[in-house]
């Protein structure tokens, strides 16, 4: 990796402040977290750091979207700080402000590694626009700059691209070094065969991604709602499936540019209703007038584990189907097993739904790597750079 990171840098007596992503479910109007995991993300670099006794650890995330005062209620940063004191097993002192002099006491009095966790960064209103007052004032406060939200590095906001343009060094935590190790290399200097599964429900959506990768991938298999649209520009009836009629001639460039690199489906798990219920049959080919398509058929799914044959890394984005819906699932859970029982080979997820789609379907261990970035790991797959990597120092 050509980035700088924590193990490149001396935090003896410093204070260090670290930008992680501590944004996590809740219920209950923001007084419950549903699911730790962020949180628990986040404790390998901060057990690190702490035990290369810095003076102070001081954690900025943000938490939720802050339009309105009550936004704010709901979306308070001290949940997380009992959460965190339990999971390192160290007192964490919340600072219930964002900026001013509880905050600034709060720092230049901690010592011994004292784990301060500030009031969530949305607060400020100059955090999303990136202030350079918001940022400056951030740095001023620390002496090095950690960043470790990788959910949050598409963005350039004040925490994670303000504070590391006038703070230095500033350095990459285990887990942005985990996913640039990942997703990075695959997209840039990928272990051939290089294999693309995107799905879910757009075309849309993925754009930037089918294109980057049509110049990357050894093969790119297409499935989910965005299928239909190939399907359509292929000249095959779609019945009432997912279609957006304003990217079949995108998709007819795709299939001319990707030719035998593209894999779609042969055959559809059709239903006359988006639901459970309802006339479920699997058709190759057209699909019947009044029927959706709503998962890839078995075909489909032999062709894939055939096209991932010797695969030496694999990235997916988007299920196969609604696999919400378990008579839907089975493209998805088809493409799960193809992968785990790949030998040799390194396999990436995409955060939000194919993140998702693995761990509720049990296959969580049997991946290389699942990213924590739903956003950031698509702009990642899109060959973006990201702002919040690109703040960080190179080697
Ligand atoms: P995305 O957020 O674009 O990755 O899409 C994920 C969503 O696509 C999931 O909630 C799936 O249920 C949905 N999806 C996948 N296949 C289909 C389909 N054939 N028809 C409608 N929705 C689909």
Redesign the pocket.
Known sequence: MDKKTIRDIDVNGKTVLVRVDFNVPMKDEGKTITDDNRIVAALPTINYLLEHNPKAVVLFSHLGKIKTEEDKAKNNMAVVAPRLAELLGKDVKFVNTTRGAELEDAIKNASNGQVILVQNTRYEPGETKNDPELGKYWASLGDVFVEDAFGSVHRAHASTVGIPSYLKPAVAGFLLEKEIAYIGKAVSNPDRPLVAIL????VS??IGVIENLLGIADKIIIG??MA?TFAAAQGRTIGT??LEEDKIDLAKTYIEKGGDKLVLPVDTVVNTQ?AEEGDIKVVEGNIPDGY????IGPKSVENIKKALVGAKTVIW????????MPNFAKGTIGVCEAIANLEGATTIIGG???AAAVKQLGYADKVSHISTGGGASLEYMEGKVLPGIDAVDDK
């Open positions: 799905g879910g429900s757009k959506s993925k989910g709602g239909y499936s997912l988006f959706m398509g709503l998962d984005n988007g299920p196969m189907g609604v696999f919400e939000g739904d194919s």
